[in-house]
């Protein structure tokens, strides 16, 4: 079955304690991204990648790290968690394509409720 | 810069009618993709449509349509017959560049519809 996977689904951490959210998919994509979701800004852009080893930043990347050395994984890292991080976060993969060649569309994961106290 | 813009916070709609959902975008690159997604109680996102900047024709999935004015940068869903089970919420999102893998992606801050027994 073809799906995005993100681990843990739900994780209550203290400030400063580093962790690791995984996601991993299995349709051979080239795009990866990860997004966080807070009530009243719908979905905002942390980092992508365009392959393996190449990231961007999105929108908001303060605090986050990602690496890209395999093309199925996409960790998102946060070194030094702090409470503005506490928010439900996305990943999502979708396979390159170029306009006009047809429809396109990413798969999300199911996303990661974090707690950071 | 660019921006979406989703103006109706929430919608309170009786099963069976249609519902438009708006969606204003404002972008300066020619070559951009439009999407809508669906996001349940539940939490996951679930894609409902694709619209390319250089489709001529206006995209439909099932009940799913999108009202495409590229004039007034504006690209509406139109979904006919509501049933209960559309209720959620609606995020409206692009992203520029001619190819997927290449470029940001950005949400509205989302519309909660409500269906209506």
């Known amino acids: 079955e073809a799906q995005v996977t993100q681990n843990p689904r739900y994780l209550i951490t203290v400030t400063g304690k580093k962790l690791t959210v995984t996601c991993s998919q299995n349709?051979?994509?080239?795009?990866m991204s990860w997004y966080r979701q807070d009530p009243g800004l719908g979905l905002r852009q942390i980092y992508y990648?365009?392959?393996?080893?190449?990231?961007d930043k999105g929108d908001v990347p303060e605090g986050y790290k990602v690496s890209r050395k395999e093309k199925r994984n996409f960790p998102l890292i946060l070194e030094s968690p702090s409470p503005n991080q506490t928010s439900l976060y996305f990943c999502?993969?979708?396979?390159?394509?170029?306009?006009?060649?047809?429809?396109?569309?990413?798969?999300f994961g199911p996303g990661t409720r974090l707690l950071v106290l | 810069a660019q921006k979406i813009t989703q103006t109706q916070p929430g919608m309170f709609v009786q099963e069976k009618e249609a519902v438009t959902l708006d969606c204003t975008y404002d972008?300066?690159?020619?070559?951009?993709?439009l999407f809508w997604y669906k996001q349940p109680s539940s939490g996951e996102m679930i894609f409902l449509i694709y619209?390319?900047?250089?489709?001529?024709q206006n995209a439909t999935e099932g009940r799913y349509s999108l009202n495409f004015q590229k004039a007034r940068k504006s690209a509406n869903l139109v979904i006919s017959a509501s049933q209960l089970g559309d209720s959620a919420m609606y995020f409206c999102?692009?992203?520029?560049?001619?190819?997927?893998?290449?470029?940001?992606?950005?949400f509205g801050s989302g519309t909660r519809l409500s269906i209506r027994p």
């Open positions: 990648s365009m392959n393996v080893e190449v990231t």
């Open positions: 619209q390319g900047s250089y489709d001529q």
């Open positions: 349709m051979n994509h080239e795009y």
């Open positions: 972008t300066s690159d020619p070559s951009y993709g």
């Open positions: 999102a692009m992203r520029e560049g001619r190819y997927s893998s290449a470029s940001k992606i950005i």
């Open positions: 999502a993969s979708s396979p390159t394509s170029s306009l006009g060649g047809g429809k396109e569309t990413q798969y």
